[in-house]
C-alpha cells in the first residue's frame, strides 16, 4: 500500500480524502478538485476531468521508505554549523519521500542535471520543501549519517543547507564511503550537486575550505590520482588542498581549472569530463603559476 504522505506529495494535494481503496484530490494538471482517483494499492491513477493519466512507480516506494525512518528515528536535525549556512531549526526526517515522487523537487533536480535513477540510487529525500542528500561516515566508534539539505525554492528567507545537529560538516565528506581504497582517482568538489555530477568516484567537503579531517580521510583513500575541482572563486582554497594533498601522498595531484565562474554543475557531464582532460599537474608549479591563477 502506497503511503498517504506518497500520495499527497506526488500530487501536491493539499486535501485529500480516501475512498473505496482510491486515493482522491484536486487533479494536478486541469486543478479540478475530487477529479484525481489513485489506487492506494497499484498506484494508477486517472483523472475524471481532463483524463491526466498514469502510474506511480510502487516499486521501492515502501521498503525505501521504512529503512529511512529507522536510519533518522530519534535524531534531530539542526543546522548550527560552521561557515556561512547557519539556521537553528529542529526538524525530524520523518514521513520524508523519495524526491522522484515529489513532480517540483524533481523537476528541480533533472534541471540541474541529476536523473531519476541517481535520485534512487543516492537515496535523495523530500521533506517539507526541502531536499536532503543522505551521506553515511563510519568510524571505529559509530555510524551515523548526515543531510545536507538544499532549499530549491526561490524563498529568499530559506537557507541554502541544513546539516544535522552535532555533526559540523567538517568531519565529513560526501560519497567517500562509497569509494574504494586505491581507487583509479576521486574528484573532490565543494557541493553536493557538484559531487553527484562529477560522477561516482567524485566527493563534497561541503565548503572551500577542506578540514584536517577531510584531508585525512582523503588521504586515507590513497587513490593513484587526486583531481582537485572546487568553484572557480575557491582557487587559493584549491591551491591549498593540492599541496597538501601533494605533500602527504604519493598521489598524482591535479588542478581542475575552470576558466569562468562556472562550477561542475553548469557546465554540465560532458563539458566538465573535457574540462577533468585539461587538469594541471599540481608538481608543474611553472604551468600552475601560469595557467591558474
Ligand atoms: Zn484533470
Redesign the pocket.
Known sequence: MIPNSELEAYFDATKYVIRNGQFVCT?P????PD??YCSIHTGAFI?F????KGKIDTGNVTPAMEGFKDMVSGLELDGDVETSFKEQKNLSLRGSISVAYHPRARNYLIGRGISLEEMKERNIRYFKNRIYFPNKWDSQKFLTDLWVSRGYTQDKNAKRYLFPKNHPTKYFVYNLHNIEKDADYIIITEGVINSIIAGKKSVCIYSKFCSKSQLYQLIEKAPRSYYVALDFDAKKYAYRLAKNLHKETSSDVFLVNFRDDRDVADLGRDQFTEVLLQSIPFENRLRVNLEFF
Do not use: T
Open positions: 487533479c494538471q486541469c486543478k479540478k477529479h484525481l483523472c476531468k481532463c483524463g491526466y
